[in-house]
């Protein structure tokens, strides 16, 4: 079965500054990777998905995700981090062979100080 | 616009009871899935429906039940509440295509109490 990893609960950047949230994922065939994030007290909001092809992907509000296959990971990245980017990030994965439903990860707390 | 929309949005119940959430969407989507969020476990799926009629049980279906009877609507059942099914619930719909590439669009939750 697939699954998903977010190695990091917390991660705090200065605005301005570069932020990377990790993901790393298992499944048995080729993957669909999304990237979802959530303000307080809201549902997920969709920001990217990898299903084939350019190895980055761009998204909503100035982020993107790089694809590794090697290293199984699809880390969302954005150049210079907003106050208003801090909220909680969820990678998610599905089998393009099995493809019945989405496994998400545990998520990441983003918290950007001025 | 179409939505998606979740009632109620806040519940307190109590343990044994009976309890439906409701699940609206207008986006006229095939699929409709149902989660539950809990600190430390991400989203975690109960039961998802690929149409009308049709229902499939997710990771941790145990004590919930959904029906499909139109496009439109996927309400979720908790037949006898327990206080382990506390927790935020929420409903996604996603389009249908020939493989599952679509992204899900997500409802703004419904936070359930079971004392």
């Known amino acids: 079965a697939q699954s998903v990893a977010q190695p990091e609960d917390q991660v705090n950047v200065a605005e301005g500054n570069p932020l990377t949230v990790k993901c790393t994922y298992s499944?048995?065939?080729?993957?669909?990777l999304f990237w979802y994030v959530q303000y307080p007290n809201r549902g997920l909001q969709f920001l990217l998905k990898?299903?084939?092809?350019?190895?980055l992907v761009k998204g909503s509000y100035g982020f993107e995700a790089e694809f590794n296959k090697s290293q199984t990971s699809f880390h969302l990245k954005k150049p210079s981090a907003l106050v208003s980017d801090s909220a909680l990030y969820f990678c998610?994965?599905?089998?393009?062979?099995?493809?019945?439903?989405?496994?998400f990860g545990a998520g990441t707390r983003l918290t950007v100080k001025p | 616009d179409a939505e998606i929309t979740q009632s109620p949005r806040h519940k307190i119940t109590e343990t044994g009871r009976q309890v439906t959430l409701a699940c609206h969407q207008t986006?006229?989507?095939?699929?409709m899935f149902w989660y539950r969020q809990d600190l430390g476990h991400g989203l975690r799926l109960i039961h998802y429906?690929?149409?009308?009629?049709?229902?499939n049980k997710g990771e941790v279906s145990d004590g919930y039940s959904v029906s499909r009877s139109n496009t439109e609507d996927l309400p979720l059942t908790l037949e006898s509440a327990a206080s382990s099914q506390t927790s935020v619930y929420f409903c996604?719909?996603?389009?249908?295509?020939?493989?599952?590439?679509?992204?899900?669009?997500f409802g703004p939750g419904t936070r359930l109490t079971v004392l």
């Open positions: 996604a719909s996603s389009d249908r295509g020939a493989t599952p590439v679509h992204e899900q669009f």
């Open positions: 499944v048995s065939g080729n993957p669909y």
């Open positions: 990898y299903i084939t092809g350019d190895n």
């Open positions: 998610a994965v599905r089998d393009m062979v099995l493809g019945n439903d989405m496994r």
């Open positions: 986006w006229n989507h095939n699929n």
């Open positions: 429906s690929y149409g009308v009629q049709d229902t």
